[in-house]
Nanobody
Framework: VQLQASGGGLVQAGGSLRLSCAIS????????VGWFRQAPEEEREFVAAISWSGGSTTSGDSVKGRLTISRDNAKNTVYLQMNKLKPEDTAVYYC?????????????????WGRGTQVTVSS
């Protein structure tokens, strides 16, 4: 399984961005797709996850109500819609695939990772 995250950039506080995670390879082996982020000198933080088949979702407490995960199975793509962005949302955002865990929230539960995309929110 290969993942490619895109859509990052520079945005002012209060603005919006939509990240995309394009997935290729053996997609039948996917159970969950998740988004994580990592700011400089910070630990990687769980953002949101979606089940590949049923579309159930879960998100981190710090982003609830502002960041929404969705998927388009026909395009093998998962999206992260980010609204009302804050400077503290600045980080590199990564998407990842878990082959067996349902709605996993810890990074060790994920099997495949893509390269991140930088999101910078200016105040």
């Amino acid at each position: 399984v290969q993942l490619q995250a895109s859509g990052g950039g520079l945005v002012q506080a209060g603005g919006s961005l939509r990240l995309s995670c394009a997935i290729s390879g053996l997609t039948s082996s996917i159970r969950t797709v998740g988004w994580f982020r990592q700011a400089p000198e910070e630990e990687r933080e769980f953002v949101a996850a979606i089940s590949w088949s049923g579309g159930s979702t879960t998100s981190g407490d710090s982003v609830k109500g502002r960041l929404t995960i969705s998927r388009d199975n026909a395009k093998n793509t998962v999206y992260l819609q980010m609204n009302k962005l804050k400077p503290e949302d600045t980080a590199v955002y990564y998407c990842a695939v878990a082959g067996s865990r349902w709605l996993a929230r810890s990074d060790y539960e994920y099997d495949y990772w893509g390269r991140g995309t930088q999101v910078t929110v200016s105040s």
